[in-house]
């Protein structure tokens, strides 16, 4: 899991949103299209930022697929 603590501040309005890096330093908003803030029943609370033009460097693995008639669930 991830325990960085990055902080947004918002008065409801999209010019009004800053995001923080947990060193302090504010985040280049002009490459977050979208903020989304939820907490679920169980009072965990999720924040979703979705960035535009994100750079990425993947390795991906060969999964192993279940038959869904014998799969059990678990």
Do not use: C, H
């Not at 947990?22 to 989304?36: A, F, L, Q, S, Y």
């Not at 979705?50 to 279940?66: K, L, P, R, W, Y």
């Amino acid at each position: 899991m991830n325990n960085k603590r990055y902080r947004i501040v918002s008065d409801g309005t999209p010019r009004g949103t800053k995001i923080y890096e947990p060193d302090g330093r504010e985040v280049d908003m002009n490459w977050i299209t979208k903020v989304e803030w939820s907490v679920d029943a169980g009072g965990i609370g999720v924040a979703r930022l979705t960035f535009i033009n994100v750079e990425v460097d993947m390795v991906g693995g060969e999964a192993e697929q279940s038959d869904p008639l014998t799969a059990t669930g678990e």
